[in-house]
């Protein structure tokens, strides 16, 4: 596991830069989860480092594979100085804990519902997860492991969770980009959905 996540780590230092701080966040009967943070101009980027040491099993499988299964870390895309985002720290290693602590398997297209606020007065309590590749390039593993996906997550309000349970990810996303919808205003209200 500490060998994946130095990869891991490596990875993102060379997408994202040198992380100016982390924090780290364990609970009771899981892997420590941390959480990097990245300046880049005008955005901050928060990054996991941790929910990849284990690959997530199937919830219904009566025994979790060691070693095969899917791999992720979160990312978080944010500007800067608009609201106290630096507190979505906890909340993220709670998402980024979530397949050890629930069973769950997190793939692009899932809601992932805190049911709090991300950080205080944040309009949203979700997130949608997307898809892997474009800012953090997938890490591959020596087989049979899977390769570790960089999962960005897009901040939703409750509102727009609501209607994606109805019509679906591609639907919500298809409606952010015809408003262009700033996904990394931590202030935007929720899109039309007339």
Avoid: C
Avoid at 39 to 45: I, S, T
Avoid at 98 to 103: A, K, L, W
Avoid at 123 to 131: D, H, I, K, M
């Amino acid at each position: 596991m500490a060998e994946i996540l130095a990869l891991v780590e490596a990875r993102l230092r060379s997408a994202l830069g040198e992380p100016d701080a982390r924090a780290d966040v364990t609970f009771l009967g899981t892997d420590r989860i941390e959480v990097l943070r990245f300046l880049d101009g005008d955005v901050v980027r928060y990054a996991t480092l941790g929910m990849s040491g284990q690959p997530m099993a199937d919830p219904t499988s009566p025994l979790a594979d060691p070693v095969k299964g899917p791999r992720a870390e979160l990312v978080l895309s944010v500007r800067v100085g608009l609201a106290a985002t630096d507190q979505v720290l906890r909340p993220l290693a709670v998402l980024a804990a979530s397949p050890q602590v629930e069973g769950l398997v997190v793939a692009p297209g899932a809601s992932l519902d805190l049911g709090d606020p991300l950080w205080p007065g944040a309009p949203f309590t979700s997130v949608l997860v997307a898809e892997s590749g474009g800012l953090v390039e997938d890490l591959e593993l020596d087989e049979p492991m899977d390769p570790v996906r960089f999962l960005p997550l897009l901040p939703m309000t409750p509102n727009e969770a609501a209607w994606k349970r109805v019509r679906g990810a591609q639907e919500l996303q298809e409606r952010w980009l015809t408003h262009g919808t700033d996904l990394r205003d931590p202030l935007r209200t929720s899109v039309p959905l007339d």
